[in-house]
């Protein structure tokens, strides 16, 4: 379309370069090239990309386990508190007799009753098992299991020694008054060097308990080096945390 000069007041036609023509030097949809080059973008160093970070953290990870156990393999000792104390491969032979308790299978032998073979099979059976299981609980050491009773079956307990130091028994706080009770339902008890861990049936504040009111779960002696425990015990004797803690210094005392 023509368009009228301001100068000259002609009529003057209309060019493409007025609106910037592909081509022309007004075109203005034709990149400019800058004053001065753009710096080049610095490299993104390797410790700020997560995929480096990720294999840094695996690599310094598995040069500290392999650290911890080198150490442990070439002996070095656990923390305090951190296991079942220092250990040994020293024999552990029970007692043939303790007491008025012989070995399970003399006490069947004797009895001669009906089914007895096949219940000192069953006992042989579990003392061996529970000798394994009770030396691999320690680490391997040295350990012995095996059940006793009376000549007449009545009453049977099971003796466990292992070459190791065990903590000693623990058991809940209880408040017998807020309960209303002369005792509370569970109790550790002392008997010399023994400790007896211990469940109490209920007996109401002002009553006195009843003997059999105690039952014994287990006693133990322990020191580093050597634990004794009596457990398992059936009868009247589990009545008497005191009867028991005797079997154990017993034992103890033709172990330690």
Same mark, same amino acid.
């Given at each position: 379309m023509p368009y009228r000069s301001l100068t000259t007041g002609t009529m003057m036609p209309m060019t493409t370069e007025d609106f910037g023509? $592909? #081509?022309?030097? /007004?075109?203005t949809d034709q990149? @400019?090239?800058p004053a001065h080059p753009a710096p080049p973008v610095a490299a993104r160093a390797l410790w700020t990309r997560p995929w480096a970070v990720g294999l840094a953290g695996l690599v310094i990870g598995a040069a500290a386990v392999g650290v911890a156990w080198l150490s442990l393999a070439d002996g070095a000792s656990s923390p305090a508190g951190g296991g079942p104390g220092r250990t040994s491969t020293a024999e552990l032979p029970l007692p043939t007799t303790l007491g008025k308790f012989v #070995?399970?299978?003399? /006490?069947v032998r004797r009895s001669a009753g009906r089914g007895a073979g096949q219940a000192s099979q069953r006992t042989v059976k579990s003392d061996e098992e529970s000798t394994k299981s009770l030396s691999a609980a320690y680490g391997g050491t040295a350990a012995a299991v095996r059940t006793y009773a009376q000549a007449d079956l009545t009453t049977t307990i099971v003796v466990t020694a292992v070459r190791g130091w065990t903590p000693a028994p623990f058991a809940v706080y209880e408040d017998?008054? /807020?309960? #209303? *009770? *002369?005792? $509370?339902? @569970?109790e550790v008890r002392a008997v010399g060097e023994v400790s007896c861990a211990i469940v109490n049936q209920v007996t109401p504040t002002g009553q006195t308990p009843r003997p059999d009111s105690v039952n014994v779960d287990y006693c133990q002696r322990t020191r580093d080096g050597l634990t004794v425990t009596v457990r398992n015990v059936s009868g009247d004797l589990r009545n008497s945390p005191e009867q028991i803690a005797a079997l154990v210094d017993d034992v103890w005392s033709d172990l330690a």
């Open positions: 023509a $592909p #081509g022309s030097t /007004a075109d990149p @400019h090239s #070995g399970f299978q003399e /006490a017998p008054s /807020a309960l #209303g *009770v *002369v005792r $509370p339902l @569970h």
